[in-house]
């Protein structure tokens, strides 16, 4: 959510920031509700003062025998106004809350304007593979090698949805042993979140009241309260955990990963080539988190990069780095970079991770605050997230960029310790 501090000092300079996005916003209606709101406030305050001096004295006045009778209806008719006043406050808090919490975050100052067409490859790491043989596709291949039982699947969950069979399970395991030994030796703090959250989650997340409908929803009842709905990524978790709770300086950064399956309706956005498990309904993920310091996260940013990088480079897998334009960026991220991986199938990259500072956007939806150690200042911490990393377009990329002649797919040496120490799969129809 963004200061309306800021929006009411300087409105042109935030209008122009959120054109970055392509987003167009005409503040005059927030402005005038902001003005109502501290008008209502100073009144309010004033009779409150008032009607409470007044009140103190009535005790005495009656001691000393004095009619209060007019007085006592005085204060009962102020009493009225006050109460009408704390309405009239409640309802243009609402419409306040409202038009914030629809407004995106600003892109930092180094984001470039526009949408993914002006996105920034800057650097990558290692070359395409090249074949001398007609290479096939994930899906043709995982099915040949018996790892994914994509019929199956569909017959469980429906469209969108896989079954892991034999070595495909023990690989993608062993992807996330992968990951989750990393993170330990990094420092991290491993954490399990519930699957199933609450309403307000979301919303401190971002990702409501906007993306409601994006997400399997459990149970609605009448009002957002009580409404649940199944994790689309742990950072929706991680970024509550500390919800309205005010840390310590000196216990940030606070550096959190958690494994889940992630549920995504993605309604609408599947594509002919994008079948198998480039996307789907529900994949594995390991999810990096930080709380710090807000001098802290531009670097912390750098670190969450090239841990996700890092990740990718152990398995030897082409691919590169972007930086997102504006637009490109997720609603609740100022600065986003994506380590994007080579299908060869597809002849294109595919995110495997994205990585973003979300400044004080998400900490001040969610009431995430930090005080100062020197000065006892309380200040909105900093969120970041990256993902480290999605497992349903690593598994495609490892055996197409992998893959043999005969067949069969070479298994990067960081897996082959959860793989039983081997160095290769073979097709199960040899």
Known sequence: MLDIQRIRNNPEEVKAALQKRLYEVDFTELLSWDQKRRSIISQSEELKAGKNKVSAQIPVLIKQGTDVTSLKAEMKEISDQIKVMDDELRIVETKINDFLAALPNIPADDVIAGGKENNKVVRAFGNKPEFNFEPKNHVDLVTSLGLIDYERGVKLGGNGFWVYTGDGALLEWALLNYFIEEHMKDGYQFMLPPHILTYQCGFTAGQFPKFADDVFKVETGETNDRMQFILPTAETALINYHRDEILNEDELPKKYFAYT?????????????????????????????????????DSALEEL????????????????????????????????????????????????????????????????????????????????????????????????????????VIIPEVLRKWMGGRDRLYSKKK
């Open 261 to 297: 399956p992630c549920y995504r309706k993605e309604a609408g956005s599947y594509r002919a080539e994008e079948r198998g498990m480039i996307r789907g309904h529900q994949f594995n993920k390991v999810e990096m988190f930080q709380y710090t310091l807000p001098e802290q996260s």
């Open 305 to 408: 990069v090239n841990k996700a990088e890092r990740l990718v480079q152990g398995l030897g897998l082409h691919h590169q780095v972007s930086k997102l334009a504006a637009q490109d960026c997720s609603a609740s991220m100022g600065k986003t970079y994506d380590i994007e991986i080579w299908i060869p199938s597809m002849n294109d990259y595919k995110e495997v991770s994205s990585c973003s500072n979300a400044y004080d956007y998400q900490a001040r939806r969610g009431n995430i605050r930090f005080r100062r150690k020197e000065s006892k200042k309380i200040e909105l911490a900093h969120t970041l997230n990256a993902s480290g990393l999605a497992t349903s377009r690593l598994l495609p990329a490892i055996v197409e960029q992998y893959q043999q002649e005969d067949g069969s």
